[in-house]
């Protein structure tokens, strides 16, 4: 027996499913989940001592490559003054500084202020408590597939794992919090148009994922968040961008800095970031202008808090980070994305396997469908069932991809010639496994 199975044995007893997040269950993909026991720069390595190119890079937070030496070092030192102080600190303000001077674009700059917290699930949840707060209204929009975390309002047709099990929500919401949540398909500016027309008094904000990448990665439409912008304001509501994925990714001021740069400004009230900004320590953050963050406890009326939130080994992990992200590793990670898209779609081709491949930056995702979907319910039509065989060839090759098809794929900034060389090797027999 392989010790990731003996591993996953003992886990199926303690832990639910054996994981504690359920992505990282083999779920729609079957097998045995490989069970990590070290990660550095491009390669993780598995419990059986199996090295992987990885694709995965703890699901966006690794830009840098896994366990980057300087990061490491710079939360050894934090960790050697103290783990946790629950009072403010000096890194705080830097992290704080940082997105504040990293989030502008086009001469715009959304964030006058930021409030660092643990998980994106914490930011999305207050930022929406927020703009409740703020507006004094009640419902939210939110798009079919886009995911936002697991707070509950949330969950009303979520993409993610939730779009893997393809739940239409999930058990334990009840039904009068999934009623403030008004859903939309994504993409489909007249919906929301009417859904504005009927419920626009009480609407107190549209959250998007900056670019959907939940559901597959979807493009956005060009000007779709800036028409999003100027519905939700000429009712007086919010605009929520969710850049827990794309934040400090995709560009260095993020998916709304490369829309703004595209020539399609706009002004969001609330942008919510994780993964990247934590360096792969628990941390994600929301910021937004001073009148309506200054909402937020202690100053306004609008509370949220946390023990540990601004822990200083994250917060260490995050500066030195975003210190490092500067704007050549974007364009090395999309010459890698250039690199990985054009082997994926040469071997797929080659097999005659109708797919498409659609893309932000360098951030990217493959669909069994010949033309890019626009929203989840396109993402759905595709020959999903193409996908396990074509994944588990790939990792029986040593490429660790998401183990769904809904998921994006994520290179970072150490895949050398090495790593991209091997994941082109692996592709060719994977097409083929996908074709059959
Ligand atoms: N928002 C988006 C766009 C995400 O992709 C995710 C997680 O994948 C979240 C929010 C939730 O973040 P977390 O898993 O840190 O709670």
């Known amino acids: 027996m392989d010790r990731n199975d003996s591993l996953n044995d003992r886990a199926q007893k303690v832990i639910p499913g054996g994981v504690n997040s359920p992505v990282r269950a083999y779920g729609s993909v079957g097998g045995t989940p490989r069970f990590l026991a070290s990660a550095r720069g491009a390669y ?72 660092l917290v643990s998980t994106g699930t914490e930011a999305t949840m207050t930022a929406i408590r927020l703009a409740r707060g703020f507006t004094s209204r009640d419902l939210l929009v939110k798009f079919d597939g886009n995911y936002h975390g ?29 009623a403030s949540t008004l859903v939309v398909p994504y993409g489909d500016l007249d919906a929301v148009r009417e859904v504005f027309a009927a419920h626009g008094d009480n609407i107190a904000a549209i959250i998007v994922e900056a670019a959907p990448a939940n ?31 794309t934040g400090f990714r995709v560009h260095p001021a993020g998916e709304w800095g490369r829309q703004v740069e595209a020539g399609h400004a706009y002004t969001p ?11 792969g320590m628990p941390l994600a953050a929301l910021g937004g202008r001073r009148e309506v963050m200054e909402y937020l406890a202690p100053v306004g009326p609008v509370y949220q808090a946390g023990t540990l939130s601004g822990n200083p080994l994250s917060v260490a992990a995050g500066i030195k980070t975003l210190e490092l992200a500067t704007p050549a590793v974007y364009e090395q990670l999309d010459r890698a994305a250039d690199r990985v898209i054009a082997d994926l779609t040469a071997a797929l081709d080659a097999e005659g396997v109708a797919h498409s491949i659609s893309r932000v930056g360098s951030l990217f995702g493959l669909a069994f469908m010949s033309d890019k979907p626009g929203d989840y319910d396109e993402a759905k039509t595709q020959d999903a069932h193409r996908f396990t065989p074509f994944f588990h060839s790939m990792l029986d090759s040593g490429v660790n991809l998401p183990p769904s098809i809904y998921e994006a794929w994520f290179v970072t900034m150490a895949h050398d010639e090495e790593a991209l060389a091997r994941i082109a090797a692996a592709l060719p027999a994977a097409a083929a496994a996908a074709a059959r």
């Not at 070092?73 to 009072?87: C, I, K, N, P, T």
């Not at 968040?225 to 961008?241: F, P, T, Y």
């Not at 919510?272 to 360096?279: A, C, Y």
């Open 44 to 115: 993780v390595t598995d419990a059986a001592g199996r090295e992987y190119v990885d694709l995965v890079a703890t699901w966006g937070p690794a830009l840098l490559g896994h366990a980057h030496p300087e990061v490491v070092e710079a939360v050894q030192q934090a960790a050697a003054r103290g783990l946790s102080f629950g009072a403010p600190t000096e890194g705080e303000i830097r992290l704080a500084e940082m997105i504040v001077e990293r989030v502008q674009a086009g001469g715009l700059a959304p964030v006058d202020e930021v409030r």
């Open 150 to 178: 697991h707070s509950d309002g949330l969950l009303a047709a979520a993409g993610s794992g939730v779009a893997t099990l393809a739940l239409p929500g999930t058990a334990g919401v009840p039904a009068s919090v999934a």
């Open 215 to 245: 559901m597959g990665v979807i493009e956005p439409p060009a000007g779709f968040n800036a028409a999003l912008a100027e519905i939700a304001h000429a009712s007086g509501s919010l605009l929520i961008v969710d850049e827990v994925l």
């Open 269 to 279: 009230d609330i942008i919510t970031f994780g993964k990247v900004v934590g360096g």
